[in-house]
Nanobody, 118 residues
């Protein structure tokens, strides 16, 4: 599975952005998908995860209620709608695919920069 993330950019605090991750290769619909983020000087952290059929989602406390993860298995895409953005959301965002739920992520996209100005 190859993953290509897009949609990052510069936005003011309180604004919104929508990230998209397009997958190529087979069996996209069998993978759990996630968005991770890594801020400067910090470790990469899981922001949101969605199960293979979209039936279950997980959000880190820092984004719950502001971010929404969704997927379209027919189009092999997974999106992250980010609302009420804060400067602390500034990071490189990566999409990732897991064949084992949230235990291990097997494939990673290249990352897209999100910068939130105050």
């Amino acid at each position: 599975v190859q993953l290509q993330a897009s949609g990052g950019g510069l936005v003011q605090a309180g604004g919104s952005l929508r990230l998209s991750c397009a997958a190529s290769g087979r069996s996209f619909s069998t993978y759990g998908m996630a968005w991770f983020r890594q801020a400067p000087g910090k470790e990469r952290e899981l922001a949101a995860h969605i199960s293979w059929n979209g039936g279950r989602t997980y959000y880190d406390d820092s984004v719950r209620g502001r971010f929404t993860i969704s997927r379209d298995n027919a189009k092999s895409t997974v999106d992250l709608q980010m609302n009420s953005l804060k400067p602390d959301d500034t990071a490189v965002y990566y999409c990732a695919a897991s064949a084992t739920g949230m235990i291990q992520y097997d494939y990673w996209g290249q990352g897209t920069q999100v910068t939130v100005s105050s």
